[in-house]
């Protein structure tokens, strides 16, 4: 019995995999051509909504038992149409509000719609940069090229196949997502006969038996921490044995944490919907605007209010079902992620970069190689490093030379300017010291023979013009100096 029922998910997914989701490609300078679209539309989603054609049916009920006169008949004649037909301004305030309550949770919901496309991109793009990094930097290691790429690939698949779980469900693997990570992609999904070799084309089975014993017994998302943790360890190893530099080894690690936070992204938001108390009250709010429309269209007395009121419901569920489907696109909604060509573009594309090695140039060559060929091709290129190295190290000291030597001579330079400043300092000091004892004289001189020496005197700056200090006492220090050889000749009076 088991194995008839495995047969029959074989034969099941071998016919899935011909349906292909794509997303929906639409021109949007041709309108028209969208109006008559219908499947990937609000349309299929609000005309499943029992809401909408129940109160379409009974505001078209009212519609008919008034058109007809035979609303007494059904509800007695204490019972006026007057006393249930509302005016439309008393449901203009509940329309504004039910308006904005619509936009803004629809708005929430593409918010975190984008979001979730923003994390499935990255966990894309974070393997694919992993699998270019090793195929570069670990040539010569395939087994932990291989073993670094196909963990990291299975913590995202892992991440993806709980997600796609029916909402409200448990998300847990089970038996078949776990034959799916232990099988060949081309193999599960019935491509090729079982037992077929596609060691060299398809994309290889992602985890031994072994392996997938230890993730089976971790709870939550564990499994998923544990496969980024084989990866980061293995990386290191590889790194290690290949010498490659440590900021290198660190973008690498940095590329593996980058993923660990897309895949937390899309759970962690999955994990906190929006409030269901806003949620409610937006819907308690539609319901009760809608069962006032039906009456309040009773005034107009018009059988065009049918489809007036029908539309106008279409387009308000329709916008509410489009942004609940918007709010967790992991689902089989029009507008859903196709999650299942994530999967198998995603193994494709690390499978070929990381196990098949045919696509890399000269890789024959390489391969033809006898042992001692890359001997000395690796002893050439160490010594092409070495030299390298010796020429950086010269250089480096060099300059060291250079700058010291600029530092000696700008110092040499410094020491003559103040040494000349210096000499200069004390001429100018000697030269004003004459020019006072001279200042002196000629002021002793004056007072003797009764003249006003000072007006004789020689001109000299405000700053020297201040009372002289009595004779015989200390010239002032600093100054500039002052040559007096144009003094008048003082000549003694008759």
Same mark, same amino acid.
């Given at each position: 019995?088991?194995?008839?029922?495995?047969?029959?998910?074989?034969?099941?997914?071998?016919?899935?995999?011909?349906?292909?989701?794509?997303?929906?490609?639409?021109?949007?300078?041709?309108?028209? &051509?969208?109006?008559?679209?219908?499947?990937?539309?609000?349309?299929?989603?609000?005309?499943?909504?029992?809401?909408?054609?129940?109160?379409?049916?009974?505001?078209?009920?009212?519609?008919?038992?008034?058109?007809?006169?035979?609303?007494?008949?059904?509800?007695?004649?204490?019972?006026?149409?007057?006393?249930?037909?509302?005016?439309?301004?008393?449901?203009?305030?509940?329309?504004?509000?039910?308006?904005?309550?619509?936009?803004?949770?629809?708005?929430?919901?593409?918010?975190?719609?984008? +979001?979730?496309?923003?994390?499935?991109?990255?966990?894309?793009?974070?393997?694919?940069?992993?699998?270019?990094?090793?195929?570069?930097?670990?040539?010569?290691?395939?087994?932990?090229?291989?073993?670094?790429?196909?963990?990291?690939?299975?913590?995202?698949?892992?991440?993806?196949?709980?997600?796609?779980?029916?909402?409200?469900?448990?998300?847990?693997?089970?038996?078949?997502?776990?034959?799916?990570?232990?099988?060949?992609?081309?193999?599960?999904?019935?491509?090729?006969?079982?037992?077929?070799?596609?060691?060299?084309?398809?994309?290889?089975?992602?985890?031994?038996?072994? #392996?997938?014993?230890?993730?089976? @017994?971790?709870?939550?998302?564990?499994?998923?921490?544990?496969?980024?943790?084989?990866?980061?360890?293995?990386? @290191?190893? +590889?790194?290690?044995?290949?010498?490659?530099?440590?900021?290198?080894?660190?973008?690498?690690?940095?590329?593996?944490?980058?993923?660990?936070?897309?895949?937390?992204?899309?759970?962690?938001?999955?994990?906190?919907?929006?409030?269901?108390?806003?949620?409610?009250?937006?819907?308690?709010?539609?319901?009760?605007?809608?069962?006032?429309?039906?009456?309040?269209?009773?005034?107009?007395?018009?059988?065009?209010?049918?489809?007036?009121?029908?539309?106008?419901?279409?387009?308000?569920?329709?916008?509410?079902?489009?942004?609940?489907?918007? &709010?967790?696109?992991?689902? #089989?909604?029009?507008?859903?992620?196709?999650?299942?060509?994530?999967?198998?573009?995603?193994?494709?594309?690390?499978?070929?970069?990381?196990?098949?090695?045919?696509?890399?140039?000269?890789?024959?060559?390489?391969?033809?190689?006898?042992?001692?060929?890359?001997?000395? &091709?690796?002893?050439?290129?160490?010594?092409?490093?070495?030299?390298?190295?010796?020429?950086?190290?010269?250089?480096?000291?060099?300059?060291?030379?250079?700058?010291?030597?600029?530092?000696?001579?700008?110092?040499?330079?410094?020491?003559?300017?103040?040494?000349?400043?210096?000499?200069?300092?004390? &001429?100018?000091?000697?030269?004003?010291?004459?020019?006072?004892?001279?200042?002196?004289?000629?002021?002793?001189?004056?007072?003797?023979?009764?003249?006003?020496?000072?007006?004789?005197?020689?001109?000299?700056?405000?700053?020297?013009?201040?009372?002289?200090?009595?004779?015989?006492?200390?010239?002032?220090? +600093?100054?500039?100096?002052?040559?007096?050889?144009?003094?008048?000749?003082?000549?003694?009076?008759?």
């Amino acid at each position: 019995m088991a194995r008839v029922v495995s047969e029959l998910m074989f034969l099941g997914r071998q016919k899935a995999s011909t349906k292909v989701k794509k997303s929906l490609n639409y021109s949007m300078t041709s309108p028209l &051509a969208a109006l008559i679209s219908f499947r990937p539309t609000i349309l299929p989603m609000a005309l499943k909504r029992p809401e909408l054609w129940f109160f379409t049916g009974l505001h078209a009920m009212l519609v008919w038992l008034v058109k007809s006169d035979r609303f007494h008949d059904v509800f007695g004649d204490d019972l006026q149409v007057s006393d249930i037909e509302l005016s439309f301004s008393s449901v203009g305030m509940l329309t504004s509000l039910m308006t904005f309550m619509l936009v803004f949770f629809n708005g929430q919901c593409f918010t975190r719609y984008q +979001g979730y496309y923003s994390a499935c991109t990255g966990i894309s793009g974070t393997c694919q940069e992993m699998a270019q990094m090793t195929a570069v930097h670990l040539m010569d290691q395939p087994d932990v090229k291989w073993d670094v790429c196909r963990y990291l690939v299975t913590s995202a698949l892992l991440i993806y196949m709980k997600v796609t779980d029916p909402p409200g469900a448990p998300m847990v693997i089970d038996e078949e997502e776990w034959d799916r990570l232990t099988q060949s992609e081309e193999e599960w999904q019935g491509l090729v006969t079982r037992g077929s070799d596609t060691s060299k084309t398809g994309s290889p089975p992602l985890l031994t038996s072994a #392996e997938k014993d230890i993730l089976g @017994r971790q709870k939550g998302n564990v499994s998923t921490l544990m496969l980024q943790t084989w990866a980061m360890q293995a990386l @290191r190893r +590889g790194y290690k044995r290949a010498g490659v530099e440590a900021p290198i080894y660190n973008h690498a690690e940095g590329t593996v944490l980058q993923l660990r936070r897309h895949c937390a992204f899309i759970t962690n938001t999955l994990a906190l919907p929006v409030p269901f108390p806003y949620y409610h009250a937006m819907v308690v709010l539609m319901m009760i605007t809608y069962t006032l429309f039906t009456l309040a269209f009773l005034s107009l007395e018009s059988w065009i209010t049918i489809p007036a009121m029908f539309l106008i419901m279409l387009v308000s569920t329709g916008v509410r079902e489009v942004s609940s489907a918007l &709010a967790n696109p992991f689902g #089989e909604d029009e507008v859903d992620f196709p999650v299942p060509k994530f999967i198998a573009d995603l193994r494709s594309i690390v499978s070929m970069m990381c196990h098949h090695m045919e696509w890399q140039p000269h890789l024959h060559q390489l391969m033809d190689l006898n042992p001692a060929d890359v001997k000395d &091709a690796q002893q050439q290129q160490d010594q092409q490093e070495y030299t390298q190295q010796q020429y950086t190290q010269q250089h480096t000291q060099q300059q060291q030379y250079d700058d010291y030597e600029q530092q000696q001579y700008e110092q040499m330079q410094q020491e003559q300017y103040d040494i000349l400043m210096q000499q200069q300092y004390e &001429a100018e000091r000697q030269s004003y010291a004459q020019n006072y004892d001279f200042a002196n004289g000629a002021r002793r001189w004056g007072r003797h023979v009764g003249v006003c020496a000072p007006k004789y005197m020689p001109r000299l700056p405000p700053q020297m013009q201040a009372p002289l200090p009595p004779i015989g006492g200390e010239p002032p220090m +600093g100054g500039n100096s002052y040559f007096v050889s144009d003094a008048p000749q003082f000549k003694r009076p008759a």
